[in-house]
């Protein structure tokens, strides 16, 4: 991998920092945090100015809707955008991280051109129907039925924590469509319109008072057959390049996020007297090194899923597993640093923490994480 910029990547860098100096002025206010019509629309809004000035998509293949761009240029604008302060993509992560990148790894050429554009321009949002109350880390345990009746299935069952459910217009879902088969090999991966009649979602609330999660409960609800990606019973290796996609690409941007957040720290620090603290110090100076570490092992990554054919591979979840840990740590920073103000719940870095206590449970728990390391890169047996 090499670290330095060309000539061409400079130039990408400096009209990237132009347009975002441009644009960023003109963005309207952020609507309240629990006003997610109001939070879809201003996502969009962002994703729709992408798209017309040509960054939508930027590493996605070409024949996907993509640029095509190469993996330094889709780590220059994760950089810029992120240190402008740009939004990040919101309410439809989902589509843009997870649905849309396996569609277009996975999908016909049929389903990448009715999914794809509009997921790029800003005009349809996905959630994911994955997890179900008793399966959640054993997630190939789900009971979520689909029974083939002519061109359409039939779907019974229930899934939970069902991200921004509430203003999603399509669900990526796994369903059991074999119900004799071994737990990994009757799952398929269809595409479910959220609109459709026998779908009820209920919101979550969660620790931090927010419902961005929901249950969603499925009663005989009938998704066409063409809307499967990969072939019935199949879907448990599709949800596999799903969850490479997640663990592995989803999350760069934060990385960026969290070493500005330590910049602030150490600035805050020498402003409230905590920087004389050398135990605080020395944290501050971990961390930074730790992040650095992640920020060049997502460099890696992106690198090695574009040779791969554009799927990352398990080197997500190394990343993942380090990033977890680093960002509960650094939350946990904050509020020695910040000290009763890190209490509010009014305030981003309260939420931040909260939500940091999330990590290592979402996109895969931390011991299904080392699980794959030692199996999959260490080559240990697996255990019984």
């Known amino acids: 991998m090499d670290l330095t910029y060309t000539e061409e990547e400079q130039d990408f860098r400096a009209r990237l920092r132009d347009w975002l100096a441009k644009v960023l002025p003109e963005l309207p ?75 277009a790894a996975e999908g016909t050429a049929r389903q990448r051109a009715r999914w794809l554009p509009p997921v790029l321009r800003g005009d349809e949002v996905w959630c994911q129907g994955f997890s179900e109350p008793d399966a959640g880390s054993d997630l190939a345990s789900l009971r979520t039925r689909a029974v083939r009746d002519g061109d359409d299935y039939v779907i019974s069952g229930s899934k939970i924590w069902t991200s921004h459910a509430e203003v999603a217009d399509w669900c990526e879902l796994l369903v059991r469509t074999d119900p004799g088969a071994a737990k990994h090999r009757g799952i398929t991966w269809l595409a479910m319109p959220m609109d459709a009649p026998g779908v009820t979602v209920r919101p979550l609330r969660t620790l931090a008072g927010s419902t961005e999660f929901a249950e969603m409960f499925l009663d005989e609800v009938r998704v066409p057959v063409a809307n499967r990606v990969g072939e019935e019973n199949d879907g448990w290796r599709v949800t596999m390049v799903t969850l490479s996609f997640e663990r592995g690409t989803a999350f760069v941007g934060e990385v960026v996020a969290c070493r500005r957040t330590l910049g602030e720290l150490a600035r805050t620090a020498k402003a409230n007297g905590r920087w004389d603290d050398p135990v605080l110090r020395r944290r501050l100076g971990r961390l930074s090194g730790e992040f650095g570490a992640l920020w060049r092992l997502t460099q890696w990554n992106v690198s090695e899923a574009q040779r791969a054919g554009g799927v990352p591979g398990t080197g997500g979840s190394v990343f993942k597993l380090a990033y977890s840990h680093a960002r509960q740590e650094l939350y946990d920073l904050a509020a020695e640093v910040l000290g009763a103000g890190s209490l509010l719940l009014d305030e981003e870095w309260a939420m931040d923490r909260l939500s940091s206590l999330s990590y290592t449970i979402a996109a895969g728990t931390s011991q299904i994480q080392r699980n794959i390391v030692a199996e999959r890169i260490l080559g240990l047996p697996k255990g019984r």
């Open 29 to 103: 206010a952020k609507p309240s945090p629990d006003d997610w019509p109001g939070r879809r629309t201003y996502d969009l809004g962002w994703q729709r100015r992408l798209h017309d000035a040509g960054y939508a998509g930027l590493h996605w293949p070409v024949d996907a809707g993509g640029r095509g761009a190469t993996p330094t240029q889709h780590l220059i604008f994760l950089e810029e955008t992120e240190r402008a302060g740009a939004p990040y993509v919101g309410a439809n992560f989902v589509g843009l991280l997870h649905a849309g990148p396996t569609i």
